[in-house]
Each structure stands twice: as structure tokens, then as C-alpha cells.
């Protein structure tokens, strides 16, 4: 059955291209705010004329504030652009494209985020703001919760709202020492320990390392604990990569990287690379979760934003079918378009 937005956009298509114009707008001066026009223009791919008489009209309409530092929101801006996310999420039809996705996958269940973080960052913020909840909505029986590292996991604890469960336990699932230390799973799961008020054990170990080194370690005491703790974990919150761009930024050498660009990898989670069949190409020598354990977790969480990460989604085999999805709409679109 069509839904009310659907015979809107029969009659009045400019209607709703106005409000998703309007919506993104708002969304973009919510989270760049205070924002000048010609970086507002650049965010939205729009010229400054455009920009410029959007603004004009949110602002007759009180919804927006021009300063010398640039456009915020007023408080009845804030609470338009509240509704409006809703109202939003059925004008595109992310209802029907959810189901339809949920499908391609076989997954647990998917969340879809409008946007698409490939051409928006604040899409990020957003699937974060969404995983919190759905986490939130979960968390009751959980006792131990491990996280992977990587971007959009932080958006997710960076947007977890304070709370207390003192009695879950948060453990980074694989080792992580390097760059990028805010990214890194030790980082957030001490930071997600925080949030809920619980407790925390890290792995204070490289990401990679070779095969000699992991043997040594795997027998220590106080590694296998942890190591105990990953893989009796209730909940995995994980983020999903390209396997060439995870490659690179876990340095792999230039040999191994056209090694894998030879095989076929595409998807990447916590150090197995699959190819376009689901099959595992490769896997790094890591301390962490195994993929052997994972099908023993209750609640599998895999957040993704960005149109580019969408074959990585489709490239995980069977962990897909035991995944609850929190992706944008960019990669839940071109899953569908890869799959037709």
C-alpha cells in the first residue's frame, strides 16, 4: 500500500524535493555549526545563490539565526529538524528499502540512517546516534560487550548517552597499538566502560604481528584471561571495511596488498579479509575475537556508513545472517543496486 508521501510526490514532486532540500540544510547548520555560506555551499554541492536564498527564507522562518561567526539554529529550528527526520525517513522510502535490504542480507535486522556519509560525514554522527539506541535496546541481558576499533565504532561511543550498567564488562576484540589511538579499540572500549559506568580489560598488543611474537604471547596468563573474557562476550560491535583501504592503513606491505587485489578481497572485519563468494582470502596474525567464536555471540552489531562500503557488506558469507545492520541510505541503495 502507498503510503501519503508517495501520492505527494505524484501531485507535487517539488514539494518534497523542497523539504528534503530543506532538511539538509538544516542538518548540515546543525552539525557545522556556526557555518558560512560558501562552506555550507561546499557540504551540500549546491551554489551560493542557492545556499544563499535557503537561507534567507529558514531565517524569515525562525528556524535559523545569521551571526558574524556564521548560520546556527534557534530553538524552533532544533525542533522542526526533530520532527522532521521522521517525516524524512518515509518521503525517501526507507521503510521498504529496509525490508528489501534486510532481505539481500538475510540479516538479523537493519537500520538505515538518511544520507550517505561518503558525501556527508555527519552521516556518521547519525549511524552512531542510531547503533547507541539499538544498543541500548539490547543491553539488558548482556554481561560483556567487545568492540572493534575503527571510525564509525567511535561515533558510536562518542554519542552514547551516560548511563549505568556496572555489571558489563567491556573488552576491545584485537589488539591495537599505533596511530590513531582515539580509533583504536582499547581506546573505545575504556571510553564505552565509562559511558555505562562499567568495567573494562584492554590488550595492550599490535594489531599485526608475526607468527613467532603471537605464539609467545597467546600463552601469557593475563592475555589468555582477556582473551577468555573477547570470546565469551554476549555483544560484538564491529565496523566494516574495503579490504585494500583496511590493508593500507594497517600497512601491509605493497606485496601483500597486490596479493590480496589478486584473490579478490573486498570486506574486512577484525582481521579476515573475505572475497566477493564470502570466502576468507586471508587473515592477519592478530590477538583478538575468532571468527570460529563469533556465532556463539547473541548480538552481533555491524555499523557501516558510506555507498563505497556497501560490496564489503555483501562480501561477509554467513556472518551476515546472525548481523544487526546499522548502515546509511547510500549503501542500503547500492546493495540494492548490486544486487538487482
Not at 18 to 24: A, L, N
Request: a neutral charge; hydrophobic letters at 40%; one cysteine or more.
Amino acid at each position: 500500500m502507498e503510503s501519503y508521501f508517495e501520492y505527494i510526490k505524484k501531485i507535487a514532486p517539488e514539494i518534497v524535493e523542497i523539504v528534503e532540500k530543506r532538511y539538509e540544510i538544516l542538518k548540515n547548520i546543525s552539525y557545522y555549526q556556526p557555518v558560512g555560506r560558501r562552506v555550507l555551499a561546499e557540504k551540500l554541492n549546491l551554489t551560493e545563490r542557492i545556499v544563499r536564498n535557503e537561507i534567507d527564507i529558514l531565517r524569515n522562518l525562525g528556524l535559523i539565526n545569521v551571526t558574524e561567526s556564521g548560520t546556527i539554529l534557534t530553538n524552533e529550528g532544533k525542533d522542526i529538524l526533530e520532527k522532521l527526520s521522521n517525516i524524512v525517513y518515509d518521503i525517501k522510502g526507507l521503510e521498504d528499502i529496509k525490508a528489501k535490504v534486510k532481505e539481500i542480507l538475510k540479516a538479523k535486522d537493519v537500520y538505515i540512517v538518511p544520507g550517505d556519509a561518503d558525501l556527508n560525514p555527519y552521516v556518521l554522527k547519525e549511524i552512531g546516534i542510531l547503533a547507541s539506541k539499538v544498543i541500548l535496546s539490547l543491553i539488558e541481558d548482556v554481561k560483556i560487550i567487545a568492540v572493534t576499533g575503527g571510525q564509525t565504532v567511535k561515533e558510536v561511543v562518542d554519542n552514547f548517552p551516560a548511563c549505568s550498567f556496572k555489571d558489563i564488562l567491556v573488552v576491545p576484540a584485537r589488539g591495537g597499538i599505533g596511530q590513531e589511538v582515539e580509533k583504536q579499540a582499547n581506546t573505545l572500549a575504556a571510553n564505552l566502560a565509562k559511558k555505562i559506568n562499567g568495567s573494562y580489560k584492554l590488550l595492550h598488543l599490535p594489531d599485526t604481528m608475526d607468527e613467532e611474537v603471537y605464539n609467545l604471547l597467546i600463552k601469557k596468563e593475563e592475555i589468555q584471561e582477556v582473551l577468555n573474557d573477547i570470546n565469551s562476550a554476549d555483544m560484538l560491535v564491529f565496523g566494516i571495511g574495503n579490504a585494500i583501504e583496511m590493508a593500507k592503513r594497517r600497512k601491509l606491505s605493497q606485496d601483500m596488498i597486490e596479493k590480496l587485489k589478486e584473490v579478490g578481497a573486498i570486506g574486512e572485519i577484525f582481521g579476515y579479509y573475505f572475497d566477493k563468494a564470502g570466502r576468507i582470502v586471508y587473515s592477519t596474525t592478530t590477538i583478538g575475537i575468532k571468527l570460529e567464536k563469533i556465532k556463539n555471540i547473541k548480538y552481533m552489531i555491524g555499523v557501516a556508513g558510506g555507498s563505497h562500503k556497501a560490496e564489503a557488506i555483501l562480501s561477509l558469507g554467513e556472518i551476515k545472517n546472525n548481523t544487526i545492520f546499522v548502515i546509511d541510505e547510500g549503501i542500503a541503495k547500492k546493495i540494492m543496486s548490486l544486487e538487482k
